[in-house]
């Protein structure tokens, strides 16, 4: 028989083995983020936010250049790519989750699943195809398109497991009192499954506010803001990941202090996404 | 979740206010340009993609030309890469392309199959590529010629004291150091032109080795991009190389001077790089001169073309006369007072006999048939006098 000793020794032994595994697990994005901040943090200045990158000999002569075309045009495109596919993706959620017995949707499980393990630069493609070559240009238009088909699959997944997860007493309280199928999901399920919708939504837009690949035929890049506002949704249009890539590869050292920079303006966004999911599942209503 | 909906289309219209908002306040206020008033309707946004070697001439003339018009042109040129350039012309989605190669007959023909018009190659700036190396104690200036650029890049000659080396560098004490190769190993404009340039002094090169953007290298390691083969040189003592000129004199490297098909020994520079470009060329300027038979050019140069449709109607890219217009207007721009800029980013000008043919190609520029360029070099004084 053990003594009261020997199993605290023990359990306090796999707690610490947990603690380790957890700082393992958070370093390597710790390190990540401190090596980032400690490259761009010089180049973030009033200029990177309100100049256009234009040239290399801008920075090379020490003239202001910046990236405002760039971070306009990522919440252009992304918020373009959620509006096309929160729609589609929450339709195709509550199909899965509501309808199970729907003839389509094994077809649409497997094709879901297939469209979240493609990748990404295959969906550029895609929308190189469909929009880019009919309309001539490429344009922040394909690039939210592109983008939409990385954010579907996940919105489509967890969109069927929030709902999922609301017991179907719920459902039966909806339909004893008379009310149609339709209303039921839209007026009971889908409030009570708000906090995990917002939440899945948002970590798909994360997702895809990452992804240079999808752009790269898509939205293109530009080394200014459009010369016309409609630019941004029908002409080339840069984003914070595909200029991120562009500056890195670059031969100009100054370019490379804006590319960290970059990357400093994109984790802040997607941490800003994070904590507005944090917010939403935290609120009570 | 309506709240949510809410929000996030509220946040989407603000910041799509706040961009267009933002678009004007850049250009709000500005004169007219020359070419009219520069309200929002007059505006235009001209897309170009290609190289990446005439990148920073090319955007620095954007940065000019949008100063110049007061904002009422942008033009916005992405670096994808001479092969990207031509494939995205060919796809019609960029008014023009850029390429260090020009197109082939089989996509000439085609070109003209499908849209009825030639497709132009237009020299808009010239690419030289020197020899850099890194021996120890000794600074620019060592001589090369062709044949002896080959056996180093054979393998054939592994030590820098050799005689063949020593024979057209008398003056120079050369260490008995072993040559490190270095070369490219990515798909180049840059190692087109190097390759060409062996090519056409060795015969024993054409047949084993050819010449294209990348090839089977017979000896030496690989950097990726002009920096990868400066790193590479710059760390390994006994190392020789090949940049783009521009590339070297940016980063202090040593280069060294190579001897002409003239038997001038030619010290890389501006001047020699477009005399080596002064030369009876085709119309269509579709041509290769390294080695040239200019007697100072620098013999390892090549051109970057613009490549254009003859009939700009047809491209998918040129959605309207006025856009057709203002790309003509900036090409000419481009080729003709825009060329001041180049010595100053480290690019060689275009030589007259280029400029020549280029108006020459530019007056057959058509929108819908009707020749749109000529009427607009009609009034060019320098059109006139060529």
Same mark, same amino acid.
């Given at each position: 028989?053990?003594?009261?000793?020997?199993?605290?020794?023990?359990?306090?032994?796999?707690?610490?083995?947990?603690?380790?595994?957890?700082?393992?697990?958070?370093?390597?994005?710790?390190?990540?983020? /401190?090596?980032?901040?400690?490259?761009?943090?010089?180049?973030?200045?009033?200029?990177?936010?309100?100049?256009?990158?234009?040239?290399?000999?801008?920075?090379?002569?020490?003239?202001?250049?910046? *990236?405002?075309?760039?971070?306009?045009?990522?919440?252009?495109?992304?918020?373009?790519?959620?509006?096309?596919? *929160?729609?589609?993706?929450?339709?195709?959620?509550?199909?899965?989750?509501?309808?199970?017995?729907?003839?389509?949707?094994?077809? *649409?499980?497997? &094709?879901?699943?297939?469209?979240?393990? &493609?990748?990404?630069?295959?969906?550029?493609?895609?929308?190189?195809?469909?929009?880019?070559?009919?309309?001539?240009?490429?344009?922040?238009?394909?690039?939210?398109?592109?983008?939409?088909?990385?954010?579907?699959?996940?919105?489509?997944?967890?969109?069927?497991?929030?709902?999922?997860?609301?017991?179907?007493?719920?459902?039966?309280?909806?339909?004893?009192?008379?009310?149609?199928?339709?209303?039921?999901?839209?007026?009971?399920?889908?409030?009570?499954?708000?906090?995990?919708?917002?939440?899945?939504?948002?970590?798909?837009?994360?997702?895809?506010?990452?992804?240079?690949?999808?752009?790269?035929?898509?939205?293109?890049?530009?080394?200014?803001?459009?010369?016309?506002?409609?630019?941004?949704?029908?002409?080339?249009?840069?984003?914070?990941?595909?200029?991120?890539?562009?500056?890195?590869?670059?031969?100009?050292?100054?370019?490379?202090?804006?590319?960290?920079?970059? /990357?400093?303006?994109?984790?802040?966004?997607? &941490?800003?996404?994070?904590?507005?999911?944090?917010?939403?599942?935290?609120?009570?209503? | 979740?309506?709240?949510?909906?809410?929000?996030?289309?509220?946040?989407?219209?603000?910041?799509?206010?706040?961009?267009?908002?933002?678009?004007?306040?850049?250009?709000?206020?500005?004169?007219?340009?020359?070419?009219?008033?520069?309200?929002?309707?007059?505006?235009?946004?001209?897309?170009?993609?290609?190289?990446?070697?005439?990148?920073?001439?090319?955007?620095?003339?954007?940065?000019?030309?949008?100063?110049?018009?007061?904002?009422?042109?942008?033009?916005?040129? %992405?670096?994808?890469?001479?092969?990207?350039?031509?494939?995205?012309?060919?796809?019609?989605?960029?008014?023009?392309?850029?390429?260090?190669?020009?197109?082939?007959?089989?996509?000439?023909?085609?070109? %003209?199959?499908?849209?009825?018009?030639?497709?132009?190659?237009?020299?808009?700036?010239?690419?030289?590529?020197?020899?850099?190396?890194?021996?120890?104690?000794?600074?620019?200036?060592?001589?090369?010629?062709?044949?002896?650029?080959?056996?180093?890049?054979?393998?054939?000659?592994?030590?820098?004291?050799?005689?063949?080396?020593?024979?057209?560098?008398?003056?120079?004490?050369?260490?008995?150091?072993?040559?490190?190769?270095?070369?490219?190993?990515?798909?180049?404009?840059?190692?087109?032109?190097?390759?060409?340039?062996?090519?056409?002094?060795?015969? #024993?090169?054409?047949? #084993?080795?050819?010449?294209?953007?990348?090839?089977?290298?017979?000896?030496?390691?690989?950097?990726?991009?002009?920096?990868?083969?400066?790193?590479?040189?710059?760390?390994?003592?006994?190392?020789?190389?090949?940049?783009?000129?521009?590339?070297?004199?940016?980063?202090?490297?040593?280069?060294?001077?190579?001897?002409?098909?003239?038997?001038?020994?030619?010290?890389?520079?501006?001047?020699?790089?477009?005399?080596?470009?002064?030369?009876?060329?085709?119309?269509?300027? #579709?041509?290769?001169?390294?080695?040239?038979?200019?007697?100072?050019?620098?013999?390892?140069?090549?051109?970057?073309?613009?490549?254009?449709?003859?009939?700009?109607?047809?491209?998918?890219?040129?959605?309207?006369?006025?856009?057709?217009?203002?790309?003509?207007?900036?090409?000419?721009?481009?080729?003709?007072?825009? %060329?001041?800029?180049?010595?100053?980013?480290?690019?060689?000008?275009?030589?007259?006999?280029?400029?020549?043919?280029?108006?020459?190609?530019?007056?057959?520029?058509?929108?819908?048939?009707?020749?749109?360029?000529?009427?607009?070099?009609?009034?060019?004084?320098?059109?006139?006098?060529?």
């Amino acid at each position: 028989m053990k003594t009261m000793l020997q199993r605290n020794i023990r359990d306090r032994f796999m707690e610490g083995l947990l603690v380790l595994s957890t700082i393992i697990v958070l370093l390597p994005l710790i390190i990540i983020i /401190a090596h980032v901040i400690i490259h761009g943090i010089g180049a973030l200045n009033w200029d990177f936010f309100t100049q256009e990158l234009g040239s290399p000999s801008r920075a090379l002569q020490g003239r202001p250049t910046g *990236l405002v075309h760039t971070i306009l045009g990522t919440l252009v495109v992304d918020f373009m790519a959620l509006t096309i596919a *929160l729609p589609v993706g929450l339709g195709a959620g509550i199909m899965l989750s509501e309808y199970p017995d729907h003839k389509l949707n094994p077809v *649409l499980r497997v &094709m879901n699943d297939t469209l979240n393990g &493609m990748p990404a630069i295959l969906k550029g493609l895609l929308a190189f195809v469909l929009i880019v070559k009919p309309m001539g240009t490429f344009s922040g238009f394909s690039g939210g398109v592109a983008l939409s088909f990385v954010m579907l699959p996940i919105i489509a997944r967890t969109t069927e497991s929030a709902l999922m997860s609301i017991p179907w007493s719920i459902r039966e309280a909806g339909l004893a009192i008379g009310l149609p199928r339709w209303r039921v999901v839209l007026s009971t399920v889908m409030p009570a499954a708000r906090f995990g919708l917002v939440t899945g939504t948002l970590i798909a837009f994360a997702r895809a506010a990452g992804e240079a690949a999808p752009l790269l035929f898509t939205s293109f890049g530009n080394n200014y803001l459009p010369n016309h506002w409609l630019g941004m949704i029908l002409g080339p249009v840069d984003t914070l990941p595909q200029r991120l890539y562009s500056l890195a590869i670059s031969p100009y050292s100054h370019w490379h202090n804006m590319g960290w920079a970059a /990357a400093i303006v994109l984790l802040v966004f997607v &941490m800003l996404t994070f904590a507005t999911a944090r917010f939403f599942t935290r609120q009570k209503f | 979740m309506y709240t949510n909906r809410i929000i996030t289309t509220a946040i989407f219209m603000a910041f799509l206010s706040i961009s267009c908002g933002n678009g004007d306040n850049g250009n709000g206020g500005s004169l007219p340009g020359s070419g009219g008033g520069s309200s929002a309707e007059n505006r235009i946004d001209l897309l170009g993609a290609g190289a990446t070697f005439p990148a920073p001439l090319i955007t620095a003339m954007a940065d000019e030309y949008r100063d110049l018009t007061n904002n009422r042109v942008t033009l916005n040129y %992405q670096s994808i890469g001479s092969g990207g350039g031509i494939r995205q012309f060919m796809e019609q989605t960029v008014m023009f392309g850029m390429s260090e190669a020009f197109l082939s007959d089989e996509v000439m023909n085609n070109i %003209q199959q499908s849209t009825g018009g030639r497709a132009f190659n237009m020299p808009i700036t010239l690419a030289d590529v020197v020899p850099t190396y890194n021996i120890p104690g000794i600074g620019e200036g060592v001589v090369f010629d062709g044949e002896l650029l080959v056996e180093i890049y054979m393998g054939d000659v592994t030590r820098w004291n050799d005689p063949k080396i020593a024979r057209l560098n008398p003056d120079l004490d050369l260490p008995g150091l072993p040559i490190t190769v270095v070369h490219r190993s990515d798909g180049s404009g840059t190692t087109n032109v190097w390759t060409s340039f062996l090519s056409r002094v060795s015969e #024993r090169w054409r047949n #084993r080795v050819g010449y294209a953007t990348s090839v089977n290298w017979p000896v030496g390691i690989g950097g990726n991009g002009n920096e990868g083969v400066a790193g590479a040189v710059q760390n390994t003592p006994g190392a020789i190389g090949y940049n783009s000129f521009t590339y070297a004199l940016l980063n202090d490297m040593s280069y060294g001077s190579v001897v002409n098909a003239s038997g001038n020994v030619i010290e890389p520079s501006f001047e020699a790089t477009s005399e080596a470009a002064n030369i009876d060329l085709p119309e269509d300027t #579709r041509v290769l001169f390294t080695n040239t038979p200019a007697e100072y050019g620098y013999p390892i140069a090549g051109f970057a073309w613009m490549l254009i449709y003859e009939n700009l109607d047809a491209n998918n890219a040129i959605s309207n006369r006025r856009e057709a217009e203002e790309l003509i207007r900036f090409l000419i721009w481009s080729i003709t007072d825009a %060329q001041e800029m180049s010595e100053s980013l480290g690019f060689a000008r275009l030589p007259e006999t280029a400029l020549e043919r280029n108006f020459a190609m530019i007056r057959q520029l058509k929108w819908n048939g009707e020749l749109l360029g000529a009427s607009l070099l009609e009034d060019h004084p320098l059109a006139a006098s060529l």
